[in-house]
Antibody, heavy 118, light 112 residues
Framework: QVQLQQSGPGLVKPSQTLSLICAVSGDSVSSNDATWNWIRQSPSRGLEWLGRTYYRSKWYNDYAVSVKSRITIKPDTSKNQFSLQLNSVTPEDTAVYYC????????WGQGTPVTVSS | DIVMTQTPLSLSVTPGQPASISCKASQSLLQSDGKTYLYWYLQKSGQPPHLLIYELSNRFSGVPDRFSGSGSGTDFTLKISRVEAEDVGVYYCMQTPHLPITFGQGTRLEIK
């Protein structure tokens, strides 16, 4: 069974970089039939898909237009994990962040509440 | 972006009674492989969304058979045949074939 374990700081200062990691067990981030996604949830924006990384003979990314200029999602095959970096954060980026795998879309990380505040 | 519109936004149900939630997509979710990539989740307070139904009508592992999904194209329904106290929370639909992946705004179910 796939398990996703998130880690990262819960407080980030405005203009700095939000960095989260999602460690994968029970599957491989290099799988040719999976995509690895980040989603966030806030009262004002609801559930919002941020982007994904996936491997199909080479690595690909897709990002939401709303964050495209600020986001990077990267795999780390040596640790079987993937990461989220969101640059130049503002209080609008305050949310609970989740990692998830496609397929059934039934495997989610536990969620990381992130507050952007000085 | 595909807009997912859920109705109602809230409902109050007596235990043992049925409940139904509608989700309408602004474009068809039927793909060339014949599958409809529509998902239903239940989110309880302080938890991530838990998958109930995948690909329109398939119950995820461990989901009770009182939950069922149906519909086609752009109109979808989640039905609970007999609501139980543990079914309280917020229900979301999600579409995946069209990027960006989008969600409905949620339907809050409470028990009378």
């Amino acid at each position: 069974q796939v398990q996703l374990q998130q880690s990262g700081p819960g407080l980030v200062k405005p203009s700095q970089t939000l960095s989260l990691i999602c460690a994968v067990s029970g599957d491989s981030v290099s799988s040719n039939d999976a995509t690895w996604n980040w989603i966030r949830q806030s009262p004002s924006r609801g559930l919002e898909w941020l982007g994904r990384t996936y491997y199909r003979s080479k690595w690909y990314n897709d990002y939401a237009v709303s964050v495209k200029s600020r986001i990077t999602i990267k795999p780390d095959t040596s640790k079987n994990q993937f990461s989220l970096q969101l640059n130049s954060v503002t209080p609008e980026d305050t949310a609970v962040y989740y990692c998830t795998r496609d397929g059934y879309w039934g495997y989610w990380g536990q969620g990381t509440p992130v507050t952007v505040s000085s | 972006d595909i807009v997912m519109t859920q109705t109602p936004l809230s409902l109050s149900v007596t235990p043992g009674q049925p409940a139904s939630i509608s989700c309408k997509a602004s474009q068809s979710l039927l793909q060339s492989d014949g599958k409809t990539y529509l998902y239903w989740y239940l989110q309880k307070s302080g938890q991530p969304p838990h998958l109930l139904i995948y690909e329109l009508s398939n119950r995820f592992s461990g989901v009770p058979d009182r939950f069922s999904g149906s519909g086609s194209g752009t109109d979808f329904t989640l039905k609970i045949s007999r609501v139980e106290a543990e079914d309280v929370g917020v229900y979301y639909c999600m579409q995946t074939p069209h990027l960006p992946i989008t969600f409905g705004q949620g339907t809050r179910l409470e028990i009378k």
